[in-house]
């Protein structure tokens, strides 16, 4: 069974800065695509960004140039380093994990900006 879970949300403020990790675990080949999505209250799902297995990037505008993405490959693990918060990027963020067949996803952790 595979599980992602992600870890390094918390309570930041406003001009800090944050690091989320995600880590699979089961039984699982390299995901050729790993990356993040964020959901902030009554808004829906929306995509931050993700790396492939190449380390090809792509970001969501509204996070190009705060956010940078990363992975280790041999560890199934992806990044999310966040800078500059503003109270607009408060939201649960989930990473996931994309093969052939199927996206897994892990369970959110929430990153809440504030004073």
């Known amino acids: 069974q595979v599980q992602l879970v992600e870890t390094g949300g918390g309570l930041v403020q406003p001009g800090g800065s944050l690091r989320l990790s995600c880590a699979a675990s089961?039984?699982?080949?390299?995901?050729?695509?790993m990356g993040w999505y964020r959901q902030a209250p009554g808004k829906e799902r929306e995509l931050v960004g993700e790396?492939?297995?190449?380390?090809?990037?792509n970001y969501a505008d509204s996070v190009k140039g705060r956010f940078t993405i990363s992975r280790v490959n041999a560890k199934n693990t992806v990044f999310l380093q966040i800078n500059s918060l503003v109270p607009e990027d408060t939201a649960v963020y989930y990473c996931?994990?994309?093969?052939?067949?199927?996206?897994?996803w892990g369970q959110g952790t929430q990153v809440t900006v504030s004073s």
């Open positions: 089961g039984s699982i080949v390299l995901f050729n695509a």
């Open positions: 790396v492939t297995r190449d380390g090809t990037t």
């Open positions: 996931y994990g994309r093969d052939v067949a199927r996206t897994y």
